[in-house]
């Protein structure tokens, strides 16, 4: 492999992304889009209302962000192939034990395994290996490119497998998503992840415009601790912002087939597809140009406030128009969304100890999908329709754009800058 790498035309690090961005799509699909076409063939199926069914995928979810942290900082200690083999063995059985509950209580249990495992595969490992392999303004644009794969399986596999599922069923679905996991992930954690450059006997990748710095190796730059960085005014900001942002990303898709036939409108997947496909297309171009920008706030204003528009659209109007505006800006604002995370924490904690800290903050910003999904749901079943949760979500995407632009004050903080450069950061940044 070291010669091999050595002798590509390009540097080893965007091959390593482009498996990255394949298990992503595989991954990511089976835990966040596949659940809306699971939510309503499961409650059909068990004959029980919509709350139990979400809430049963909400409890793993929460699992899987209780044990982020953890999992953050057992791959900051032992690099990120090992918890890939580890999780290319035990998500697809987690998946393929849930793929047989015949009741509520099956169904918890599996889905909480799913839970446990699931941070062994995405988002942190990937993340981590491109804070590794890429350096500079280069590491944002590669860490944005990266996200393709959390919208390629809503824009590619969610159709189909919504086609599949209609003549058999959910587990027999769930259970093709389990061996896609387990051959594409294994596949790619056995033969092609690496660590570190210097496991090859390269150097991180840097971009031309930061050639001329005397750069780091990555493993010895700066960063705070996951405990540190929680007793920062920044942290705060920055987990409450995505908590409220992804409470209406998460519980928008989670509930969005539902909403759309509440509504009478029948091709709620084909929308979901349809924006999803924008996402996946727009990465691509945008995530490369992160690399110009010094500081993602402008970034995560701009993507929240889109989100929120997109959402009035759609409950203004469930027609054509308001559908077409709601594909347009949901796609291309959710373009960034997988991104502000992994570009918000370097800037602001450095990237030392990125998996325990960025598993600290999706764990706070959990909390919001968590509550709006199940929230949402219960609401639904009380009143018969999804305004009212679907109103507070746009309206928690224009508080999560406030919190986002607070935290370039708290960043700017004597106190937080002082830290910074205590830990190893460059005064001059």
């Known amino acids: 492999m070291r010669s091999i790498a050595q002798r590509l035309p390009f540097h080893y690090g965007w091959f390593l992304m482009g498996a990255g961005v394949v298990c992503n799509t595989v991954s990511n699909f089976a835990t966040f889009w596949a659940v809306s076409l699971w939510i309503p063939a499961i409650a059909d199926d068990f004959e029980v209302a919509r709350t139990p069914v979400v809430t049963a995928f909400l409890t793993g979810q929460a699992a899987s962000a209780l044990v982020g942290p953890f999992v953050g900082r057992f791959i900051d200690r032992n690099g990120a192939r090992r918890p890939l083999l580890l999780g290319s063995v035990l998500f697809p059985a987690a998946l393929f034990l849930t ?9 918890y249990f599996g889905w909480i395994l799913v839970g446990l495992v699931r941070g062994f595969t995405q988002p ?10 890429f350096d500079g303004r280069l590491r944002q644009s590669a860490l944005g490119v990266l996200t393709v794969g959390f919208s390629l399986g809503g824009a590619t596999l969610l159709p189909l497998l919504d086609v599949v599922q209609r003549s ?9 998503t389990a061996v896609t996991v387990l051959v594409l992930q294994g596949t790619a954690a056995l033969l092609l992840v690496r660590d570190r450059p210097s496991d090859l006997g390269l150097q991180p ?24 960085a929680t007793r920062t005014p920044a942290f705060w900001l920055l987990g409450v912002g ?23 409108v029948q091709a709620g997947a084909a929308v979901f597809a349809a924006a999803s496909l924008i996402r996946t297309i727009a990465r691509i171009p945008l995530g490369a140009t992160l690399s110009r920008y010094r500081t993602p706030y402008p970034l995560g204003v701009a993507v929240a406030i889109s989100q929120g528009i997109a959402l009035a659209a759609l409950l203004i ?7 077409a505006i709601f594909v347009v800006l949901w796609g291309i604002g959710g373009a960034f969304g997988p991104m502000l995370e992994p570009l918000f924490i370097p800037r602001v904690f450095g990237v030392r100890h990125f998996g325990a800290v960025s598993g600290t903050v999706a764990m706070v910003a959990f909390v919001g999908q968590l509550v709006g999904s199940i929230g949402g749901a219960f609401l639904f079943d009380l009143t018969g329709s999804y305004s009212i949760p679907y109103w507070l979500f746009t309206l928690g995407f224009g508080a999560s754009a406030v919190l986002l632009l607070l935290v370039r004050w708290a960043e700017r903080r004597p106190c937080h800058v002082a830290k910074a450069i205590a830990l190893g950061r460059d005064p001059g940044v």
């Open 205 to 228: 990748n840097v971009g031309h415009s930061d050639r001329g710095l005397t750069m780091l190796p990555a493993e010895q730059t700066w960063g705070f601790t996951a405990a540190a």
């Open 242 to 264: 995505l908590m409220l942002f992804f409470m209406g990303q998460g519980s928008v898709t989670n509930l969005g087939l539902d909403f759309f036939q509440s509504r009478g």
């Open 124 to 133: 942190i490992p990937y993340n981590w290996l491109m804070t590794r392999w």
């Open 317 to 323: 109007n469930t027609d054509t128009f308001g559908i």
């Open 168 to 176: 058999t069923s959910w587990s027999f679905t769930m259970r093709i």
């Open 99 to 107: 793929s047989l509950a015949t009741s509520l209580p099956l169904l």
